[in-house]
C-alpha cells in the first residue's frame, strides 16, 4: 500500500484566498484525522471522521475551516478565507480505528 | 488537559541505550499508553503501545510499572536515524478514538 496520501505538499497562497487540501487515505482505513501542526501549538488534532461521518471537530478553530469525506477513500480540508496565521503543516491520518494511525507527510501551508 | 508529563529534551550516545520517561499518573484502567515519534520534517510515526505489560517489538520496549503511573520507552541501541520527538499518549477508544499529542521528549543521538 502507498501509505496515506496528501496534496498538496507544499502551497504557498495569498490572504483571502481558498485554500484546499486533500488527503486518500490507506485502503480499508475506517477513520480519518486532519492535525495541524506549528511551532507554537504544536500537533493539533483539528476533526476526525469515523465511516465517513464527522464525530468530533472540536479543533476546528473557526468557521473559515471545513472539513470533508465524501467517501472512504478522500477528505478534504478546506480554509476560506486564509490568514497568515493559518500557516502550518496539515497532516491526515488514517487508522482501523484503534490507536495506531498511519501519518501522511504533510502538506506545509504558507499564506502570506 | 495533558495526560502525560516528558521531559522536553535529552541526549543519547549513538550505540547505547535510549531510555525515554513519561508520568501518566491519572491513566484509567482502560486507557493504553502509545508512543509515536516525529522525525523532522516527517509526520508522526507509531512505535509501540501497551495496557500493563512489558512490550517489545523491532523498534522498541515499553516498560510500565506495576501501578501504571509511568512508563519507559527503551531504544536498545539507539542510532543517528532516532534523532526524533518522541511523543508518549494516553489513549482510549471508550474516550472518543482519538490521539492528543502533547509536547514530547527532543531526543537527539549523538556520534
Known amino acids: 500500500d502507498a501509505g496515506v496520501i496528501q496534496s498538496p505538499r507544499h502551497e504557498v497562497t495569498e490572504m483571502g484566498q481558498e485554500v484546499t487540501l486533500r488527503c486518500k487515505p490507506i485502503s480499508g482505513h475506517n477513520s480519518l484525522f486532519w492535525y495541524r501542526q506549528t511551532m507554537m501549538r504544536g500537533l493539533e488534532l483539528l476533526i476526525y471522521f469515523n465511516n465517513n461521518v464527522p464525530i468530533d471537530d472540536s479543533g476546528m478553530p473557526e468557521d473559515r475551516f471545513s472539513a470533508k469525506m465524501p467517501n472512504a477513500s478522500f477528505s478534504t480540508l478546506k480554509i476560506q478565507p486564509s490568514e497568515p496565521r493559518d500557516s502550518a503543516v496539515y497532516f491526515c491520518a488514517s487508522s482501523f480505528g484503534g490507536g495506531e494511525l498511519f501519518f501522511g507527510e504533510g502538506s506545509r501551508l504558507t499564506v502570506l | 488537559d495533558a495526560k502525560t508529563t516528558q521531559p522536553p529534551s535529552m541526549d543519547c550516545a549513538e550505540g547505547r541505550a535510549a531510555n525515554l520517561p513519561c508520568n501518566h499518573s491519572?491513566?484509567?484502567?482502560?486507557?493504553?499508553v502509545y508512543w509515536y515519534r516525529q522525525i523532522h520534517s516527517q509526520g508522526p510515526q507509531y512505535i509501540i503501545h501497551g495496557l500493563k505489560n512489558n512490550e517489545t517489538n523491532e523498534m522498541a520496549s515499553l516498560i510500565i510499572t506495576e501501578d501504571r503511573k509511568s512508563s519507559t520507552l527503551i531504544l536498545p541501541h539507539a542510532t543517528l536515524r532516532d534523532t526524533a520527538v518522541y511523543y508518549c499518549i494516553v489513549f482510549s477508544k471508550a474516550a472518543g478514538n482519538k490521539l492528543t499529542f502533547g509536547g514530547g521528549t527532543r531526543v537527539l543521538v549523538k556520534p
Open positions: 491519572t491513566i484509567s484502567g482502560n486507557e493504553y
